[in-house]
Structure formats: structure tokens, C-alpha cells
């Protein structure tokens, strides 16, 4: 089992940046790829970033040159670092991880920040 739990969402208005941090607890030892998903009221949930064990970021093309995933193996952590935010990316953000074990893979999921940015 693994848990997570997010924390850095809060208000702020356009333009302005926040960073979300995600903690793992548990049974980091099998965490592979860590990333952050977002739902906004209305829509389906959706990734934003996420980033494999060995650093490659992955970006969805409305974030990619505003935001910035990263990660710490050792504190198994994993941060979205949010600049040049739009009312469009209000949403729950979700941390999220990929456990990989010899049954194979399961995914995990934070409760979820409130990010809202006000135009």
C-alpha cells in the first residue's frame, strides 16, 4: 500500500504561480512513475504532468512552458511547480503513483488540493 498527500493548492489570481508537493508514504520501495492529474467541476479527470523514476517529465500540451514537474527519489516526494497560471486551470489536483510488483501494476491516488486561480 501506498498513500499520498498532497498539499501547496490554495487562491490566486491570473497570471500568479503556485507549487503543489506531493508526500508518499508506505510501500515507496515499488513507486515508479509519480504525476499529477486535475478535475475541474463538470469535466473528466485529466493528466497534467508526470515524470518516471529516472526524471523524464511528461507534460499535457496546455501546461508544457508553464508548468514543472520534479521529484525527489530519496524523500519520495514529486512537486508541480505552476507559473503563469489561467482561470482555466482551476481544478482538484490529484498526486498520483504507479506501484510496480511482481503481480504487476497499481495505481494510487492523493485526496486531492483545490487550486482556483480568478481572473
Known amino acids: 500500500q501506498v498513500q499520498l498527500a498532497e498539499s501547496g493548492g490554495g487562491l490566486v489570481q491570473a497570471g500568479g504561480s503556485l507549487r503543489l508537493s506531493c508526500g508518499a508514504s508506505g510501500d515507496t520501495f515499488c513507486i515508479s512513475t509519480m504525476g499529477w492529474h486535475r478535475q475541474a467541476p463538470g469535466k473528466e479527470r485529466e493528466l497534467v504532468a508526470a515524470?518516471?523514476?529516472?526524471?523524464?517529465?511528461y507534460y499535457a500540451d496546455s501546461v508544457k512552458g508553464r508548468f514543472t514537474i520534479s521529484r525527489d527519489n530519496d524523500k519520495h516526494t514529486v512537486h508541480l511547480k505552476m507559473n503563469s497560471l489561467k482561470p482555466e486551470d482551476t481544478a482538484v489536483y490529484y498526486c498520483d503513483a504507479s506501484c510496480i510488483s511482481s503481480s504487476g501494476s497499481l495505481g494510487y491516488w492523493g485526496q486531492g488540493t483545490q487550486v482556483t486561480v480568478s481572473s
Open positions: 515524470i518516471t523514476s529516472d526524471g523524464s517529465p
